[in-house]
Structure formats: C-alpha cells, structure tokens
C-alpha cells in the first residue's frame, strides 16, 4: 500500500513476480471500494444484519463467528435478514443510521445449510471454497426473507463456542461496541496514516453506538438444534 495525497494510502500494489489471482483481483477491487466509501464517511462494517420480533441487529464478528448461521436462524424464526457477512452503514442527516447490504447473495457453510427454511432449500446453488463444499443464496431467489435495509437498535459482539449447549448473552458497555466496530471495518482507517477518514468515520460509530444497545453473544450448539426457538431466545434478552 502507497501514499497518496497527504498520508492516506492510494495505491495497492501486488508483487511483480506472478500474476494476481482471481481471488485477489477480487479483493483488490473490494479493497478500492471499500476506500472510496470510508472517505465520504461511509463504513463497510464486517457484520451481519437483521429483524426479527420487532427487533432491528447488527451482529459483530470475525470469520467463523456464526454471522450466517445467525442470519439463516433469523430467516427461520421468521425474521428478515439485510445481510450476512457485509453492510453499509449510511448516515441520514438527524435519522438513526441504516445499513445496506454490500453483496447480493449469501454464503453457507457445512450445518448451516440444515436450517434454511423449507422453501428456500432448492433455490441454493453449491459452489466450493478452497475445495470444501459451500452454498450460495441469492438475494433475488430469497423473497420476503430477505429485506434492503436495517435500521439497527442491537449490536450483538459474536463468537462461537462449542462447549456450550445454550448460547449465552450478556450486556457490553458503548467502548466494546464501538472497539468491535473499528474490528469490524478497516482498522488501519483508525490509524494515523488515514487522519481525514479517521475523522469522518468516528461520528459514525459513535453515531451507532448512541443508537444501539450492545451484548456479547456466545452461540451454543443448541443454534443449530433448535434455531426458531434460540434465536428467539436471545432477541428477547436483548430488549
């Protein structure tokens, strides 16, 4: 990564000895996007995002956290879900903040796939990731499961963990929120090599964090088992 104007960076190089891949010339353009965005104060938030129960939750965590499972768990329980991996957080003048989906489909993953509502089961395509088996759920074959924006008052900070049967939530104070936030973004737009983007960017999370109440969330094997109920479980605990 290069300077630009200032100290932001502008350029994105890949080695000269071979050829970018697929994959990164993917990653390159989503990179570019994602830059372009953060600097009209715009935030690409790693996150899924969903309603459920009257209930509006942007859910935070790294890969393997169980954003999809979550989201499809919603979708069964009945709920709409706006993403499950990537959102658009967009400001709207004195308006609570909203988020958009970035992608427009959905990837699922081993289990997760067991839990998608009956009539969406033959609309998901197989695909493969790094040879291993993966499925894809396009926005447009989801109908009323899926919704264009979310207008969030939750965050939910996601992990799994194994050992537990019943998922556990517990509430977090507006700090962790908004340090699960910069993770969940670019990190290095908080740094001091992007001041000007720093600077847009933080009203925004704050802006969330004001609007939102946060929780840690711990998913138990008990999601997969019994979805409707588990997820309805944990709407109810986050009020």
């Known amino acids: 990564v290069e300077g630009g104007s200032g100290d932001e960076p502008d350029v994105v190089r890949f080695s000269t000895r071979r050829s970018p891949s697929p994959i990164e010339h993917e990653l390159l353009i989503e990179v570019g996007i994602n830059h372009l965005l953060a600097r009209q104060g715009l935030p690409v938030i790693h996150s899924c995002a969903f309603e459920l129960g009257g209930a509006s939750v942007l859910g935070l ?27 658009l957080a967009v400001p709207d003048g004195n308006e609570p903040l909203s988020l958009l989906p970035v992608r427009s489909y959905g990837w699922l993953r081993g289990r997760t796939r ?16 790094n040879g291993q088996p993966r499925w894809v759920l396009n926005r447009e074959d989801g109908g009323e499961s899926f919704v264009e924006r979310v207008v969030p008052g939750i965050v939910w900070i996601q992990s799994v963990d194994r050992r537990l049967r019943e998922s556990r939530i517990e509430p977090v104070d507006q700090g962790q929120v908004f340090a699960a936030l910069i993770r969940g973004s670019s990190p290095i737009y908080f740094s001091r090599h992007c001041s000007e983007i720093r600077g847009k960017l933080i009203p925004v999370f704050r802006a969330l964090c004001e609007q939102c109440r946060g929780f840690r969330v711990r998913l138990g094997r008990r999601l997969l088992e019994d979805p409707v109920g588990e997820m309805e479980r944990l709407v109810e605990a986050s009020r």
Not at 61 to 87: C, H, N, P, Q, Y
């Open 61 to 87: 965590g790294e890969s393997f956290s169980g954003k999809t499972t979550v989201s499809i768990a919603a979708m069964r329980a009945g709920g709409r879900v706006a993403s499950d991996d990537l959102v």
């Open 114 to 129: 067991e839990i998608v509502p009956r009539e969406l089961q033959d609309k998901m395509l197989e695909n493969q990731e």
